[in-house]
């Protein structure tokens, strides 16, 4: 199983600032990652696909690099909605054993 | 837009088998997509359980398969999960969630609202 790794747990961030998250792969996944947006009591919302793909109707404040191993989600200035908890899950391998971070919470510093 | 809503027990008695629906709208679920369940015990992380094609094959998380059985009902447009021998560990919100086909299977576009099912006696 693929495990992937995000830090920090928690980031304390000023609104307007912006905002880098990491995730680590403990093999290689490629550029098959995403990025989800989780607000309390809601679903998941999908931010990037492919590692940099945004997905429909994502701002574009909200950007992804990386391959690999190493990946990162970078929200450029951060606006009051976007304090929330961010995963990252990787869909590389077949037959699939999808598998996700385990978060990182931005909150307002 | 692509809608998918869980329902099912709320409330299961450890060891029984857990058992929920997902029922797909605005869309067919014999579109070249996988559709998955996810689920997030409270206050944790996210989940895979597995997944199925609309003609029935499926994908399993091997931490989880010997208990999980999905399956598809194209006559009703929808998915079912069930899981058995469930424990206080197997409380969770289930979410139901479409992957999405964009040159290949990728993240997952539409998720359900997510339904908390309780194991408790």
């Known amino acids: 199983e693929i495990v992937m790794t995000q830090s920090p747990a928690t980031l304390s961030v000023s609104p307007g600032e912006r905002a880098t998250l990491s995730c680590r792969a403990s093999?290689?996944?490629?550029?098959?990652l995403a990025w989800y947006q989780q607000k309390p009591g809601q679903a998941p919302r999908l931010l990037i696909y492919?590692?940099?793909t945004r997905a429909t109707g994502i701002p574009a404040r909200f950007s992804g690099s990386g391959s690999g191993t190493e990946f990162t989600l970078t929200i450029s200035s951060l606006q009051s909605e976007d304090f929330a908890v961010y995963y990252c899950?990787?869909?590389?391998?077949?037959?699939?054993?999808?598998?996700f971070g385990g978060g990182t919470k931005v909150e307002i510093k | 837009q692509v809608q998918l809503q869980e329902s099912g027990p709320g409330l299961v008695k450890p060891s029984g088998t857990l058992s929920l629906t997902c029922a797909v709208s605005?869309?067919?679920?014999?579109?070249?997509?996988?559709w998955s369940w996810v689920r997030q015990p409270p206050g944790k992380g996210l989940e895979w359980i597995g997944e199925?094609?609309?003609?029935?094959?499926?994908n399993y998380n091997p931490s989880l398969k010997s208990r999980v059985t999905i399956s598809v009902d194209k006559s009703k447009n929808q998915f079912s999960l069930k899981l058995s021998s469930v424990t206080a560990a197997d409380t969770a919100v289930y979410y139901c969630?479409?992957?999405?086909?964009?040159?290949?299977?990728?993240?997952?576009?539409?998720w359900g609202q997510g339904t908390l099912v309780t194991v408790s006696s």
């Open positions: 969630a479409r992957k999405m086909y964009s040159s290949g299977w990728k993240g997952f576009d539409y």
């Open positions: 605005s869309g067919s679920i014999s579109n070249t997509n996988w």
């Open positions: 199925i094609y609309h003609s029935g094959s499926t």
């Open positions: 093999q290689s996944v490629g550029s098959n």
């Open positions: 492919d590692a940099s």
């Open positions: 899950q990787q869909y590389n391998n077949w037959p699939p054993v999808l598998t």
